[in-house]
């Protein structure tokens, strides 16, 4: 039990360390907070597993230049706070994966729900950035402003989303 214990936490490391970070804005210049929360309340039990993560694109939308901001699964904190240049369109995508296990093999079930935002950040806001669970693989995409309790006025969403995350950049030779 130990050494399955270690290799999965060694395979975690590997993985984790293939995908590209988010860098945050600096304090000195003017950004907005965006608050991601852990959206999902199933996933948790025997033979199930759920994870959510939270990315920012850039203007391109390429998959394999996004950035991840959050990631969340059963075992850690229920949001992350992280500071994006004010002015420029912020450009959010989401993804939450459903995991079903039977028997010990890989997933037998693998089901997904993936959105993505735009919207332009203000200095010195906050948005709360969740993607909702509605149903077991169904998922929305939220972003609020919670100075005013609505959505930025110019926010674009797109509810289903083709690009999948984590990215996973190929390592230099």
Not at 48 to 68: G, K, L, M, N, P
Not at 82 to 108: E, K
Request: with cysteine.
């Amino acid at each position: 039990m130990r050494i399955k214990l270690g290799l999965a936490a060694l395979a975690c490391l590997v993985v984790t360390a293939c995908v590209t970070t988010y860098e945050e804005v600096d304090a000195t210049s003017p950004f907005g907070t965006l608050q991601f929360e852990k959206g999902y309340t199933t996933g948790y039990g025997f033979g199930r597993s759920t994870s959510q993560e939270y990315a920012i694109a850039d203007e391109s939308w390429a998959c394999d230049r996004v950035r991840r901001a959050a990631f969340f699964t059963w075992n850690n904190d229920e949001r992350v706070d992280r500071r994006i240049a004010a002015g420029p369109p912020a450009r959010l995508v989401a993804n939450t994966t459903y995991f079903m296990y039977q028997g010990g093999g890989p997933p037998t079930l693998n089901n997904q729900c993936a959105a993505r935002a735009t919207f332009t950040p203000e200095a010195g806001r906050t948005y709360r950035v969740v993607h909702a669970e509605l149903s077991p693989v169904r998922c929305e995409l939220q972003v609020i402003d919670t100075s005013t309790g609505a959505p930025p006025p110019d926010l674009e969403l797109q509810q289903s989303y083709g690009c999948s995350t984590p990215t996973r950049q190929p390592r230099a030779s």
